[in-house]
């Protein structure tokens, strides 16, 4: 089963993450690699260097970035193959997010675990629609 571990928040505009910081998702990201659980591993940029195109009424709107909801946004995210839901959470649990928090701040900080979902799960999807949806996951070979 594959897994997103989505760590929560956004850095202030033009923020870059603190050398520390850097070094323990580095020693993360290599203890996933070693235990052959890791697809896919990136972090995101602030979202004041992004936008949103928001589909409502049949018309679509572009917002420009930043947005203010902090603890509904992305800042990166690792994709994991793993055996169960409880395997994943146990990997969430080792995420170093707490070091990205500054000491004597109140903040939290959030790793998501969601179920990446795969063609043969949705009962809708047709032969050539699997096939097709196959060709776009990401898999270790």
Not at 29 to 54: F, K, N, P
Not at 84 to 97: F, G, Y
Not at 112 to 134: G, W
Request: charged share 30%; glycine share 6%.
């Amino acid at each position: 089963m594959r897994f997103m571990l989505m760590l929560k928040g956004d850095p202030p505009p033009g923020a870059m993450p603190p050398p520390d910081l850097v070094q323990a998702m580095h020693e993360y990201h290599a203890e996933l690699e070693r235990a052959g659980v890791l697809l896919a591993a990136e972090g995101l940029y602030d979202s004041s260097q992004g936008a949103r195109v928001i589909y409502a009424k049949g018309d679509r709107t572009v917002v420009d970035g930043p947005f203010t909801e902090a603890k509904e946004l992305i800042a990166g995210f690792y994709l994991i193959e793993v055996k169960s839901l409880e395997e994943a959470v146990e990997w969430a649990r080792r995420c170093p997010v707490d070091r990205a928090i500054p000491p004597g701040v109140d903040l939290e900080a959030v790793v998501e675990v969601r179920r990446v979902a795969n063609a043969a799960d949705i009962p809708t999807i047709n032969d050539e629609q699997a096939a097709q949806s196959e060709r776009f996951q990401i898999r270790r070979d």
